[in-house]
């Protein structure tokens, strides 16, 4: 089971079409999913985390096509998207928890929030627990399971891996056999549930760079009035054309 929850229970579908069946076994799970400490709305307003209740209807709708059009990238499976910002305090972090709130939003999809930025993590104010095991612990102990870093961010159907314990060996972590197997393993441990990586700067940091090779596709944001033209096109020429999804202006 993931950490702080109750495991979630395979359900049997007999004399169905088995594409209807896995889609209703898919949807019972989604529904067992336990959720601990669900954040209300003042808290949600607070972290600047998107709900389907908010006012700012325009930053919903925003990010709701977004998400489609990630989506229809992917032809429609489920993918690893980084999320990295052109330079430090961009947005990065805004825009990947948001996101995965969006896909979350969808009530027969899961999210994974995973963040991998060392110098500026950024869920760790979701999780009210200190020194909570992270991405850098899987990686440094073998006896722990992928199960064992996962955990309830309070938002329906969004998890989160923080960043760990561990933080000084940013480029080795990544760059290693293991860290390759927990991508490859994370993406095919549900189908149903989309992938979000939090990195740092691609311009300043070289473990982003290692991160845009492990995953699928990758958005960079770019903060209003605090890079240059010449800077964009930088950060865009680091990520390879084929995993470039574009894009995302921040103000």
Known sequence: ???????????????????????????????????????????????????????????????????????????????????????????????????????ALDQSKTALLIDC?????????????????????????????????????????LRVIPVGSNREAGAEHYSSERMADFIKAIKSRYNDRFIIVDAPSVLSSVETRILADLCDMAVLVVPYGKVSPSEVQAGVDVISKNKFAGLVFNN
């Open 1 to 103: 089971m993931e950490s702080g929850k109750t495991p979630v229970v395979d359900g049997k579908i007999e004399n169905k079409a088995p594409e209807m069946a896995d889609r209703h076994v898919s949807r019972a799970k989604i529904r067992r999913m336990s959720e601990v400490g669900r954040l209300t709305e003042d808290e949600l307003n607070q972290f600047k985390i998107i709900h389907s209740g908010m006012p700012e209807r325009q930053v919903l709708n925003a990010f709701r096509e977004l998400r489609t059009k990630l989506v229809q990238q992917a032809g429609g499976k489920n993918f690893i998207c980084l999320v990295s910002s052109l330079c430090e305090g961009g947005g990065a972090s805004y825009v990947a928890l948001n996101l995965a709130a969006t896909f």
């Open 117 to 157: 930025n060392l110098y500026s993590p950024g869920v760790d104010h979701l999780l009210k627990m200190e020194g909570a095991e992270g991405v850098t612990d899987f990686l440094d102990d073998p006896e722990l399971d992928i199960k064992d870093i996962i955990y309830a961010s309070g938002i329906p159907r």
